[in-house]
């Protein structure tokens, strides 16, 4: 069974920066073998996709929401995947969540490319 679980979730005042962590294993579990994402959603709010990274690293797709203040990174030698957000708004409160996918092509934006999930962690931007 694979688990991603992430960290680094928190109260942050508008402006300011979070890096989000995610690290996923399991005994058949080959890190570097899965596109990444990450995702988030807000009460009341569809999930919604933030930004994805193929398995190499060499790839990433963002959000236009993302874009420019978010950066996704990994390091397969340490099965994580980081989120580092800078100038966060109000609006980007959500619960973030990563996910891993073991589509082979591309970087996959949409929800039901992800095979596994992760429990989420909260991000609160106040203004």
């Known amino acids: 069974q694979v688990q991603p679980v992430e960290s680094g979730g928190g109260l942050v005042q508008a402006g300011g920066s979070l890096r989000l962590s995610c690290t996923a294993s399991g005994r058949t579990f080959s890190f570097s073998r899965y596109a990444l994402g990450w995702f988030r959603q807000a009460p009341g709010k569809e999930r919604e996709f933030v930004a994805a990274i193929n398995p190499s690293g060499e790839h990433t797709s963002y959000a236009n929401s993302a874009k420019g203040r978010f950066t996704i990174s990994r390091d397969n030698a340490k099965n994580t995947v980081y989120l580092q957000m800078n100038s966060l708004k109000p609006e980007d409160t959500a619960v973030y969540s990563c996910?891993?996918?073991?589509?082979?092509?591309?970087?996959?934006?949409?929800?039901?490319?992800?095979?596994?999930w992760g429990q989420g962690t909260q991000v609160t931007v106040s203004s």
């Open positions: 996910a891993a996918s073991g589509i082979t092509y591309g970087v996959p934006g949409s929800a039901s490319g992800y095979d596994y």
